[in-house]
């Protein structure tokens, strides 16, 4: 980057939803600022007072931090370009109001909504859109605050930008219009506020969703109107709902970014998950981690097109996260979910091989696939599917009672998950035929057609319990 030092920013509107698409601006933000050691700054742009919901700001903390996110400037550690919330920052919207005013590019609204409705209509009529320029008064009164202030656009000419991910854009004569700074309750617009916020901060880029691309030619129009060099524009992709047709909104199951972490996602996997939403790092790797993402990030690699939302892949990517966790913090994390009598050290490595996020393990314990392990909960099968393809009962009750008989020579000490496969197999072994061994006792030891090997369900429940599931198979 030169001599410019980055300082990039995530401005969220605090209204109770950390969608994953607002996520991930903030993260590509903090990962570009981190990446050329600059500043990362956190503001709320809470001027929309109807919108805001009570908790917000709090949330969107604890969303942020969750992910792993931090920042060098925000409302809760302050910095040197406090306050940020902008509804404690309006005396700095006052002044570039009154150097607008001063300048003749801002002007008080004189009109009441009844007056806009008539001339919307007149427009209609016209078969033309309504421009509020086409009405703008000839003499303004002065600004007291007390109505809108409205942006006369200086010039109606057509603009042209380049912005990072879409390269050069353009926009006719028609995307200028009077637009409002500060409305009639005292508090700015977006379109205005975060342009002097971005000023006072210091900004350098700016990243945001591609529908602020339509809004541009205002911010350039008022940009120039203040005299201000414009930050580099940033445009990110879109996250797409699954089947990639249309943006992922709440109808298409969007998720707050706290709902993953209630169903046991990891933080590094969603932050790995994340990032490659829209960017690619230009080879094949897909697991990272925040230090590798901090090293290789870069905005030139963000992609244009959509980026769709595939909760199979983002399972993977968290089991690929959670292999590399230590087995202590594994297996407490699956001792959480586990009732007490499953909370054997034998049983994670079982858990652990069938989730992929830590919230399945209460699934697991819903369907009933961890019911073999209880000492309490004796099978019930079918017990024609006891028979092993085409072999006979009488034949299935003569290896039950071989097993039964070598696994009665262990001492309970001895009856180890290595212990028992070797008795088992040895027996498969002299028998000819593993299936008619090692088919039944599985099926008597579980109740069901798929379960773990029989030799870690017998290793847990110990000789006794084994012994009797056994005998009453046969």
Not at 2 to 22: C, E, L, Q
Request: aromatic share 10%; hydrophobic share 35%.
């Amino acid at each position: 980057m030169g001599d410019i030092k980055v300082v990039t920013r995530f401005a969220p509107s605090p209204t109770g939803f950390m969608h994953i698409g607002g996520v991930r601006t903030a993260l590509f933000a903090w990962l570009w600022a981190r990446k050329n050691k600059g500043t990362f700054i956190l503001r709320i742009e809470d001027t929309d007072k109807a919108r805001e919901v009570e908790g917000s700001i709090e949330h969107i903390i604890k969303s942020l931090r969750w992910l792993g996110i931090d920042w060098d400037e925000g409302p809760d550690i302050g910095g040197l370009n406090a306050p940020y919330l902008q509804s404690k920052r309006l005396d700095s919207y006052k002044k570039y109001a009154q150097i607008l005013i001063d300048s003749g590019h801002a002007y008080p609204d004189p009109y009441t909504k009844e007056e806009l409705d008539t001339f919307r209509k007149k427009s209609e009529q016209e078969n033309k859109p309504f421009l509020y320029r086409d009405y703008r008064p000839k003499d303004f009164g002065v600004w007291d605050g007390t109505r809108a202030l409205r942006f006369k656009t200086p010039e109606i000419k057509s603009y042209h930008w380049n912005d990072v991910v879409r390269g050069d854009l353009s926009a006719g004569v028609e995307a200028l219009d009077d637009f409002i700074l500060i409305k009639g309750d005292g508090y700015p617009t977006y379109n205005f506020a975060h342009i002097i916020d971005d000023l006072e901060m210091g900004v350098t880029h700016i990243m945001r969703a591609d529908e602020f691309i339509s809004s541009t030619p205002k911010f350039l129009s008022l940009y120039e109107a203040l005299g201000i060099t414009p930050p580099i524009f940033v445009t990110l992709p879109p996250i797409l709902a699954d089947g990639g047709n249309k943006k992922l909104g709440k109808r298409d199951g969007a998720k707050d970014i706290l709902d993953y972490a209630k169903e046991g996602y990891l933080p590094q996997a969603m932050m790995n998950f994340l990032v490659l939403l829209g960017w690619n790092p230009g080879t094949e790797k897909e697991i990272f981690t925040e230090g590798e993402l901090k090293e290789v990030f870069d905005i030139n690699r963000i992609q244009v097109s959509g980026a769709q939302v595939n909760l199979d892949k983002l399972d993977w990517m968290n089991k690929e996260h959670m292999k590399k966790l230590l087995a202590d913090e594994i297996q407490n994390n699956i001792f959480s979910y586990l009732p007490e009598e499953f909370q054997n050290e034998k049983l994670v490595g079982v858990v652990f091989e069938r989730i992929s996020k830590w919230s399945d393990v209460k699934s697991m314990i819903e369907a009933g696939e961890l019911d073999c392990f209880s000492k309490s909960k004796t099978p019930h099968y079918d017990k024609t599917k006891l028979v092993y393809k085409n072999s006979t009962p009488e034949k299935i009750t003569q290896n039950l009672k071989s097993v039964i008989q070598a696994l009665e020579a262990l001492n309970e000490n001895d009856f180890t998950m290595e212990n028992v496969k070797n008795t088992l197999m040895l027996i498969a072994e002299i028998e000819g035929n593993r299936g008619e061994v090692l088919h039944p006792v599985r099926y008597a030891l579980s109740g069901k057609d798929k379960s773990p090997d029989p030799f870690i369900i017998a290793s847990i429940l110990g000789k006794n319990e084994t012994l009797s599931r056994l005998q009453k198979a046969i």
